[in-house]
């Protein structure tokens, strides 16, 4: 959405003053969704390791009276501070200091993404502290991160053929004293298993996420105002190669629609990538009307 537009169609109370004045001193660059009447916004939050998180923020009509309702794809939300006085400068800063207290999660399960061959890892969430692992010999074990203190022995759930998975059951059981919170979170779970692991399958290893940097999404939303590209893939790649990072031109229209520093020139917006800030350009017939 055009900030000009959101500015036509707001009213000049104090409430619509003080949202604008409240997103620019965050950065309109970092806006991904403002509703017109102005009471939900979404922020986007790039953490120190370059993880691209997104914070939903619902406004209350008494806003900054009572506080806003927030949410995000994170394993828990925190408590949020909140006074008369705050703004929503002061959320975000909450929101970053959030994300860095999960930062050894995250970690522990990007190590298990990229070692192990995890079922279903194409478009993990966030929020999601579990992964199932194939250990080959049809069985599987699920694996679930504790939040408090995730480099400590996970709850465990083995499942598949009964002999194999009896045994897998008593070696984890025999063994866990071993575990060790000083090494690797994977060396951790192959010394109790007393096995090597799979690794992930050739084509896994290759794989490259296609998420939308916007939308945080492989793929579109099944919307007939989407048209031909309702449900579609990411279709533009930025062009840096440092960067390369993937959108859906829809997603990527919008969000040049946003931001004051785009430029039309007949049907193309032309602006910067949200990531590198190198030069992006995309027609306005695939963005989201």
Not at 24 to 33: I, P, S, Y
Not at 262 to 268: E, F, N, P, Q
Request: some cysteine; proline content about 5%.
């Amino acid at each position: 959405m055009e900030q000009s537009r959101c500015t036509e169609s707001a009213n000049s109370s104090s409430f619509s003053r003080s949202v604008y004045s409240e997103i620019e001193e965050v950065g309109w660059e970092h806006l991904v969704r403002l509703s017109e009447d102005l009471k939900f916004l979404s922020f986007r939050v790039i953490d120190k390791k370059g993880r691209v998180h997104c914070m939903e923020i619902q406004l209350d009509k008494n806003y900054p009276r009572s506080p806003p309702s927030i949410s995000a794809d994170v394993p828990y939300i925190f408590n949020l501070k909140w006074s008369r006085k705050s703004r929503l400068k002061d959320l975000l800063q909450q929101f970053r200091e959030h994300l860095e207290k999960l930062q050894e999660i995250w970690n522990i399960l990007d190590e298990i993404d990229k070692s192990l061959w995890v079922i279903d890892l194409k478009n993990p969430s966030r929020a999601n502290v579990c992964r199932q692992i194939n250990l080959g010999y049809n069985c599987i074990i699920m694996l679930s991160i504790h939040i408090d203190d995730p480099s400590s022995l996970p709850e465990c759930r083995f499942m598949g053929s009964d002999p194999m998975v009896n045994s897998l059951r008593k070696t984890w059981q025999r063994n866990s004293k071993r575990w060790n919170k000083d090494k690797p979170f994977v060396e951790n779970v192959a010394n109790l298993l007393e096995t090597q692991l799979p690794r992930p399958p050739e084509h896994e290893n290759n794989y490259q996420q296609v998420e939308c940097g916007i939308c945080y999404a492989q793929f579109l939303p099944i919307d007939e105002e989407l048209g031909a590209k309702s449900g579609g893939g990411t279709d533009y790649t930025c062009d840096n190669s440092s960067c390369s990072k993937a959108f859906h031109s829809v997603c990527l229209g919008d969000w040049l629609r946003s931001i004051t520093t785009a430029r039309k020139s007949y049907d193309v917006l032309f602006g910067n990538c949200p990531y590198c800030s190198e030069p992006v350009a995309v027609k306005i017939s695939i963005a989201r009307k």
